[in-house]
């Protein structure tokens, strides 16, 4: 019976001190960290490896269940195989662990609230996009893929292949540009 940690952040340059620190106050033998989106459990490698690890009698622990997943049927899906399992949840700052009633209670409610405020701001962030368009601010990202040059390379007697390796694009891009021209 042994104790795990799992720390995430979702983007590199954030920093995964304090959970680190607060995993391995709370008894982790071991904290595995990453540094990706908690919107889905794909590309999770840590997590995956975790999962695969740990053994009945043995305790997941987080700071917060928003580090664990971000929407209600990740985070249900991962107590689900941590039950199957024998493995109970806890957080450091959370009354969660999944062995009491009143603790998965309290984990199903933050769970709502997490995919809730991913929601929120992922509306609020297409709102944003949405008047800065409108005001003439947002243009998009610029296209990677410059018709004219490539038209002007092809022109020069230049391949697909060697268009795309001078201009660092893939190959298919440049021949679909090529058949539309």
């Not at 992922?122 to 800065?132: D, F, P, S, V, Y």
């Not at 409108?134 to 697909?160: C, F, N, Q, S, W």
Request: one cysteine or more; aromatic letters at 4%; charged letters at 30%.
């Amino acid at each position: 019976m042994a104790i795990y940690g799992y720390a995430r952040v979702s983007t590199t340059d954030q920093d995964l001190t304090l959970q680190r620190e607060a995993l391995m106050v709370a008894g982790c033998l071991v904290v595995r960290e990453e540094k990706v989106t908690g919107t889905t459990r794909s590309g999770r490698s840590e997590l995956r490896t975790l999962m695969e690890f740990l053994q009945p009698g043995d305790t997941l622990m987080v700071t917060r269940i928003d580090r664990l997943a971000r929407s209600i049927g990740d985070l249900q899906d991962i107590v689900r195989e941590l039950k199957a399992k024998g493995v109970a949840l806890k957080a450091t700052e959370q009354p969660i662990d999944t062995s009491t009633a009143a603790g998965k209670a309290f984990l199903d409610m933050l769970g709502v609230f997490a995919e809730f405020e991913t929601n929120l701001r992922r509306e609020r962030q297409l709102e944003g996009i949405a008047k800065a368009k409108a005001e003439g601010v947002y243009k998009g990202r610029k296209p990677k893929l410059d018709r004219a040059t490539i038209l002007a390379l092809k022109a020069e007697g230049l391949g697909g292949s060697e268009i795309a390796r001078r201009l660092k694009i893939g190959r298919t891009s440049v021949y679909r540009l090529l058949r539309s021209a």
